[in-house]
Structure formats: C-alpha cells, structure tokens
C-alpha cells in the first residue's frame, strides 16, 4: 500500500489515541507515553517516506510501538527513581466539583495499571489491546504475528491470572 501524505494524516487521526493507550498502560506515565506515541509515527513516516511499503497499517504501527516500550525498558532501566511529589496524586487538592469522580477514576485506572504490571509482558500485551485498544483477537494476532489461537489461550491465560492477583 503506497501511503501518500493526506492518508498518513488520517492513519494518525485513526490511531494516534490507541497508541497512545497501548504505550501508556505499559510505561504507566503519561508523559513517557506521549513520548513514545510520537515516536511511533515518526518512525513510521520515515518508513515510508523512503517509498518502503506498509502491507498492514495498524499490525506495523502497534510492531514499532512495543519495540520503543521494549527500548524504554532497557535504556531507563537503571535510572528509575521513586519520588515523593507524586504528579498523579498532587498534595493540593483541586477545587472541582468532580474531583470525587476524578480521584475515583484515577484510583481504578492505578488498580489496574497495577495489576497489569504483575502480568508477563505477552499477557499484559493481548490484554491492553483487547479490552483497551479494542483489537479483534484476528488484528492481535497480525499484529503479534501468532495465530488467531495463540492470542485465545494467551487472553484465557492473562484473565485467569488477572483475576488471581488481589
């Protein structure tokens, strides 16, 4: 598929907010996520800039995205440190009406960032995509290059473990 400048446009605006969502809920920081996200389509539009071909859009852009996850964990492996002035949990308390809603999202959003980072990296995988991203067993499966019943039993096996952790 030859991918010219209006269509690369609108593979952002398509996936954009999903890559997103896949970098976040695996390096748990918006600001790293946003990071690796816009790295993705750079790395992407060089790809194709250079007239190489895109057989499959999202399978190629989701390959990229974990591979930067991958190189984020490697590179910043040593230079993780723990903060007091937590930026999801500010000391202040803003003066919302819905700060109750807010607080009780982020709170769950925590949970399960959580117990995710207790999964095995392919289970956290096949979970993010489905039941975050919205990926048919059929597009994890292109995009992790694994049959359609590799992904059944991997997602079987990350529920079951998911509902083990407490």
């Not at 790395?43 to 989701?62: C, M, P, S």
């Not at 930067?68 to 999801?88: A, H, M, Q």
Request: glycine share 2%; net charge negative; charged share 35%.
């Amino acid at each position: 598929m030859v991918i010219d400048t209006a269509t690369f446009e609108k593979i952002y605006d398509d996936f954009a907010p999903k890559i997103f969502k896949f970098c976040y809920f695996r390096v748990s920081s918006k600001e790293e996520a946003e990071d690796i996200a816009s790295l993705v389509f750079i790395r992407a539009w060089d790809h194709i800039a250079v007239g190489k071909e895109v057989t499959n859009v999202q399978g190629f852009l989701y390959r990229i995205a974990n591979n930067l996850v991958i190189d984020f964990y490697r590179k910043n492996k040593d230079k993780r440190e723990l903060s007091i002035d937590d930026p999801v949990n500010p000391i202040d308390v803003p003066d919302k009406a819905d700060f109750v809603e807010q607080l009780d999202q982020r709170m769950l959003v925590q949970e399960i960032q959580g117990k995710l980072e207790r999964l095995q990296d392919n289970y956290r995988d096949v979970i993010v995509m489905k039941y975050i991203n919205d990926l048919s067993i059929k597009e994890i499966a292109e995009v992790l290059e694994t049959s359609e019943n590799n992904i059944s039993v991997r997602l079987h096996r990350a529920i079951e473990k998911l509902k083990t952790l407490t």
